[in-house]
Protein backbone atom coordinates (compact mmCIF):
# COMPACT_ATOMS: atom_id res chain seq x y z
CA UNK A 1 0.00 0.00 0.00
CA UNK A 2 1.52 2.79 -0.56
CA UNK A 3 1.83 5.63 2.76
CA UNK A 4 1.51 2.38 4.41
CA UNK A 5 4.78 3.06 6.47
CA UNK A 6 3.45 6.57 7.53
CA UNK A 7 -0.59 5.27 7.98
CA UNK A 8 0.83 2.63 10.24
CA UNK A 9 3.20 5.18 12.13
CA UNK A 10 -0.11 7.65 12.46
CA UNK A 11 -1.98 4.53 13.92
CA UNK A 12 0.87 3.55 16.76
CA UNK A 13 1.39 7.29 17.50
CA UNK A 14 -2.33 8.37 17.80
CA UNK A 15 -3.35 6.73 21.27
CA UNK A 16 -0.27 8.17 22.98
CA UNK A 17 -0.99 11.24 20.99
CA UNK A 18 -4.84 11.66 21.72
CA UNK A 19 -3.75 10.42 25.40
CA UNK A 20 -1.57 13.45 25.66
CA UNK A 21 -3.97 16.04 24.49
CA UNK A 22 -7.46 14.81 25.78
CA UNK A 23 -6.49 13.25 29.63
CA UNK A 24 -6.49 16.00 31.16
CA UNK A 25 -9.85 17.19 29.58
CA UNK A 26 -11.40 13.70 30.58
CA UNK A 27 -10.16 14.20 33.91
CA UNK A 28 -11.80 17.53 34.19
CA UNK A 29 -15.12 16.22 32.92
CA UNK A 30 -14.67 13.02 35.57
CA UNK A 31 -14.74 15.76 38.58
CA UNK A 32 -17.27 17.96 37.66
CA UNK A 33 -19.55 15.31 36.16
CA UNK A 34 -21.85 12.19 36.96
CA UNK A 35 -18.14 9.43 36.76
CA UNK A 36 -20.78 7.08 36.01
CA UNK A 37 -22.67 8.30 33.31
CA UNK A 38 -19.59 9.45 31.64
CA UNK A 39 -18.09 5.85 31.56
CA UNK A 40 -21.54 4.50 30.37
CA UNK A 41 -22.09 6.88 27.86
CA UNK A 42 -17.96 6.37 26.43
CA UNK A 43 -18.78 2.59 26.54
CA UNK A 44 -22.74 3.20 24.39
CA UNK A 45 -20.83 5.31 22.02
CA UNK A 46 -17.84 2.78 21.51
CA UNK A 47 -20.12 0.23 20.83
CA UNK A 48 -22.14 2.43 18.14
CA UNK A 49 -18.98 3.36 16.47
CA UNK A 50 -17.47 0.02 16.00
CA UNK A 51 -21.55 -1.20 15.14
CA UNK A 52 -21.96 1.42 12.36
CA UNK A 53 -18.66 1.27 11.23
CA UNK A 54 -19.24 -2.73 10.92
CA UNK A 55 -21.58 -2.37 8.38
CA UNK A 56 -20.23 0.85 6.41
CA UNK A 57 -16.44 -0.49 6.18
CA UNK A 58 -15.41 -0.61 3.08
CA UNK A 59 -12.26 -2.77 1.94
CA UNK A 60 -10.92 -0.17 -0.11
CA UNK A 61 -10.95 2.67 2.78
CA UNK A 62 -10.10 -0.07 5.49
CA UNK A 63 -6.47 1.31 6.95
CA UNK A 64 -8.51 4.51 7.14
CA UNK A 65 -11.34 3.37 8.82
CA UNK A 66 -9.08 1.39 11.14
CA UNK A 67 -7.23 4.92 11.66
CA UNK A 68 -10.77 6.55 12.46
CA UNK A 69 -11.72 4.15 14.95
CA UNK A 70 -8.79 4.05 17.03
CA UNK A 71 -8.60 7.82 16.93
CA UNK A 72 -11.93 7.54 18.15
CA UNK A 73 -11.86 5.27 20.56
CA UNK A 74 -9.08 6.60 22.16
CA UNK A 75 -10.69 9.62 22.49
CA UNK A 76 -13.47 7.88 24.48
CA UNK A 77 -10.99 6.09 26.22
CA UNK A 78 -9.99 9.31 27.85
CA UNK A 79 -12.44 10.29 28.96
CA UNK A 80 -13.41 6.95 29.92
CA UNK A 81 -10.68 6.03 31.96
CA UNK A 82 -10.36 8.89 33.81
CA UNK A 83 -14.01 8.62 35.17
CA UNK A 84 -12.66 5.07 36.18
CA UNK A 85 -9.61 6.22 38.41
CA UNK A 86 -11.98 8.48 40.03
CA UNK A 87 -14.94 6.33 40.69
CA UNK A 88 -12.94 3.46 41.59
CA UNK A 89 -12.87 4.33 45.83
CA UNK A 90 -16.59 4.90 44.95
CA UNK A 91 -17.83 1.38 44.76
CA UNK A 92 -14.87 -0.74 46.70
CA UNK A 93 -14.75 -0.66 50.18
CA UNK A 94 -11.83 0.97 51.61
CA UNK A 95 -10.31 -2.11 53.41
CA UNK A 96 -10.83 -4.07 49.91
CA UNK A 97 -9.33 -1.51 47.31
CA UNK A 98 -5.55 -3.17 47.97
CA UNK A 99 -6.80 -6.68 46.91
CA UNK A 100 -9.00 -5.48 44.23
CA UNK A 101 -6.66 -3.10 42.78
CA UNK A 102 -3.44 -5.99 42.54
CA UNK A 103 -6.37 -8.02 40.82
CA UNK A 104 -7.41 -5.16 38.82
CA UNK A 105 -3.60 -4.72 37.81
CA UNK A 106 -3.28 -8.35 36.88
CA UNK A 107 -6.74 -8.38 34.55
CA UNK A 108 -5.59 -5.35 32.96
CA UNK A 109 -2.27 -6.86 32.22
CA UNK A 110 -3.61 -10.17 30.34
CA UNK A 111 -6.25 -8.28 28.66
CA UNK A 112 -3.39 -5.99 27.21
CA UNK A 113 -1.45 -8.77 26.05
CA UNK A 114 -4.41 -11.53 25.31
CA UNK A 115 -7.07 -8.29 23.86
CA UNK A 116 -5.43 -7.80 20.76
CA UNK A 117 -3.98 -11.30 19.41
CA UNK A 118 -7.94 -12.39 20.33
CA UNK A 119 -8.32 -9.60 17.86
CA UNK A 120 -6.57 -10.94 15.28
CA UNK A 121 -7.56 -14.39 15.44
CA UNK A 122 -11.32 -13.10 15.04
CA UNK A 123 -10.60 -10.82 12.45
CA UNK A 124 -8.72 -13.36 10.51
CA UNK A 125 -11.02 -16.33 11.10
CA UNK A 126 -14.08 -14.13 10.55
CA UNK A 127 -13.40 -10.91 9.11
CA UNK A 128 -13.29 -7.32 10.17
CA UNK A 129 -17.10 -6.98 9.99
CA UNK A 130 -17.26 -9.58 12.95
CA UNK A 131 -14.39 -8.38 14.85
CA UNK A 132 -16.02 -4.80 15.05
CA UNK A 133 -19.58 -6.31 15.68
CA UNK A 134 -17.78 -8.38 18.97
CA UNK A 135 -16.06 -5.25 19.69
CA UNK A 136 -19.77 -3.58 19.56
CA UNK A 137 -20.83 -6.24 21.68
CA UNK A 138 -18.24 -6.21 24.69
CA UNK A 139 -18.66 -2.37 24.83
CA UNK A 140 -22.64 -3.07 25.28
CA UNK A 141 -22.16 -5.24 27.79
CA UNK A 142 -19.30 -3.32 29.54
CA UNK A 143 -21.35 0.12 29.70
CA UNK A 144 -24.98 -1.93 30.85
CA UNK A 145 -22.70 -3.48 33.71
CA UNK A 146 -21.57 -0.31 34.50
CA UNK A 147 -25.20 1.00 34.88
CA UNK A 148 -26.05 -1.61 37.17
CA UNK A 149 -22.99 -0.30 39.54
CA UNK A 150 -23.86 0.45 43.20
CA UNK A 151 -21.97 3.78 44.32
CA UNK A 152 -20.79 2.99 48.24
CA UNK A 153 -21.86 6.36 50.23
CA UNK A 154 -18.98 7.43 52.41
CA UNK A 155 -20.94 6.86 55.57
CA UNK A 156 -20.60 3.01 54.29
CA UNK A 157 -17.27 2.82 53.34
CA UNK A 158 -15.81 2.30 56.63
CA UNK A 159 -18.67 0.40 57.46
Known amino acids: MNNGGILLALYQSSEILISVFFNFLGGALSDQNNRKE ?4 CDIISGLICIVLAFFI ?30 FREIVYLDHISKIN ?39 VSGLL ?7 TFSLVNY
Request: net charge neutral; with cysteine; glycine share 4%.
Open 58 to 87: HQDLLIYDILFINISLSILSSCRNSAYKAI
Open 146 to 152: IRKLTII
Open 38 to 41: IIWH
Open 102 to 140: SFLEIAKEVVQIAGPLGAVVVSNFLGTKISLIVDEITFI
